[in-house]
């Protein structure tokens, strides 16, 4: 029986994207495996968003191919989001590559995988191959976000992601992803449905909805009683017996309406945790990042949503040395984030993406000042995220139990409707139901507690 290895960076959609393909390689009598020395395909799906991101990937990607191996057939492949931006150019990057497919080929890179590995096979060659095969597939779709629905047997997993719409047409100046992913595109509600009521008969208890704008999810569709597609979506799947929560990431202030803010006050099984990007706390430098809205209505939202939801934990995405961007505009992030008070934040330094107007733009900020910015923000962040984790010290918390913990298998980890992490005494819960903790202890970003 073949196997395959498939290593995922990026985003949750590039995760659910890669389980996707790992799915059709299981329905073709492959198995899934870590090991880079059984394996006789090996996939990396790759992230565009940052020019680390890119880096990792091609470097990993050049020691794989460079080492030597008792299989002579490997089939190399990249798949995503610098597949799609770089294509063909990869195969000079790494000679040894055989396969390229882009973002919206997911669901063909089984059957031009397996077909290379099968007539490689049938060869008997055993002289190593110096140069890859070269094919690329990176070519648009129609109804491609239509084929992203497999999902991995059950292996005692309460919780899974579903794709429900891809692409982006927001056109962030910063921003790869535009081109990377493609115009916006929904999946019909019904299929959707569908697929969350199979995952509930298999155990899955949660669910997190992806998509690169998710509250733009039907954005043609009319509204109905003052519910747009994305909310009527999140009703109908709050019907649905068995499912305990639903997730959604990540929302962009564009297409936010008071619909969404009012979800919270009636759709309990909604989690009290959004991930919510600002990007930046300065007017100047949302315009300059083609960000049409003022922050003011961005922090408003955020209020408006703690008012329906008290205990809603936000977090957020930020991007410090952006083009231009002063003292001044840094401090006005600084005083955002201290007025929202996140859950938690990712700070980012800006990193110059290709074919993108900000790449462009005079004033590109040094280094040094990006990493001076990136330090001192995130201080602020971990001051006020560890104020707020041990602000749920003596509290009592709902958590589904998730199974054994990373660090301590003889233990049990679950999550709290905020999203925060809980480690609770092994044999004290069942992973799959939702149990009541009360936390005793918290160090920075984990909770621990016991069962009441
Ligand atoms: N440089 C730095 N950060 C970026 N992001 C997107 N593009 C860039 C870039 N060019 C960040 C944004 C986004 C997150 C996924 O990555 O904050 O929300
Ligand atoms: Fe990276 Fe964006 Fe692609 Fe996700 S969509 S993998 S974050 S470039």
Redesign the pocket.
């Known amino acids: 029986m073949p196997s395959v290895l498939i290593k995922t960076y990026g985003?949750q959609m590039n995760e659910r994207d890669s389980e996707q393909v790992a799915s059709m390689f299981l329905a073709g009598g492959y198995h899934l495996t870590q090991s880079e020395a059984e394996a006789d395909v090996i996939l990396i799906n790759t992230c565009s968003?940052?020019e680390k991101a890119e880096l990792k990937a091609l470097g990993k990607m050049g020691l794989l191919c460079a080492r030597p191996t008792a299989k002579p057939w490997v089939v190399y492949g990249f798949m995503g989001c610098m597949s799609q931006s770089r294509a063909r150019s990869l195969f000079r990057d790494v000679p040894r590559l055989d396969i390229v497919t882009g973002t919206q080929q997911y669901h063909h890179v089984y059957e031009l995988c397996n077909r290379l590995l099968r007539s490689r096979m049938g060869n008997n060659t055993d002289t190593p191959l110096r140069k890859g095969a070269h094919i690329c597939h990176t070519e648009q779709e129609e109804g491609f976000q239509n084929a992203i629905r497999d999902h991995l047997p059950p292996a005692g997993n309460c919780t899974a992601f579903v794709s429900i719409m891809q692409g982006c047409e927001m056109r962030c100046s910063?921003?790869i992803v535009p081109s990377t992913r493609g115009n916006e595109c929904s999946r019909p509600a019904e299929d959707i449905l569908q697929e969350v009521r199979e995952l509930v008969e298999r155990g899955v208890r949660e669910v997190t909805l992806l998509g690169q704008i998710v509250n733009r999810y039907g954005k043609d569709e009319p509204i109905v009683n003052g519910r747009g597609a994305f909310v009527r979506l999140l009703e109908a799947l709050h019907e649905i017996d068995g499912l305990a929560r639903i997730r959604f990431t990540s929302p962009h202030p564009i297409g936010f309406r008071q619909d969404l803010v009012n979800a919270y006050t009636y759709l309990p099984k909604l989690c009290s945790h959004i991930h919510f990007?600002m990007?930046s706390g300065s007017d100047r430098i949302l315009q300059l990042m083609r960000r049409p809205y003022k922050n003011e209505k961005y922090l408003r939202l955020c209020e408006a949503m703690r008012e329906a939801r008290p205990d809603l934990a936000i977090t957020t995405?930020i991007?410090v040395g952006f083009p231009g961007e002063t003292d001044e505009d840094y401090q006005q992030t600084k005083a955002a984030v201290e007025r929202i008070r996140f859950d938690n934040a990712f700070v980012?330094?800006?990193?110059p993406?290709r074919d993108t107007v900000a790449a462009a733009m005079p004033d590109q900020i040094c280094l040094r000042v990006k990493e001076e910015r990136n330090h001192d923000l995130l201080e602020t962040v971990n001051r006020i995220a560890t104020a707020r984790n041990h602000a749920l010290v003596g509290t009592l918390q709902h958590i589904l139990v998730e199974g054994p913990s990373k660090n301590n298998p003889e233990r049990l980890q679950g999550r709290t409707s905020q999203n925060k992490p809980v480690i609770i005494p092994g044999g004290s819960a069942t992973p799959g139901h939702i149990v009541p903790i009360r936390i005793n202890e918290c160090t920075g970003f984990t909770l621990y507690g016991d069962v009441v």
Do not use: A, E, G, L
């Not at 980012?348 to 990193?351: A, E, V």
């Open positions: 985003c968003v940052r910063y921003c990007p990007q995405d991007i980012f330094q800006y990193s993406r």
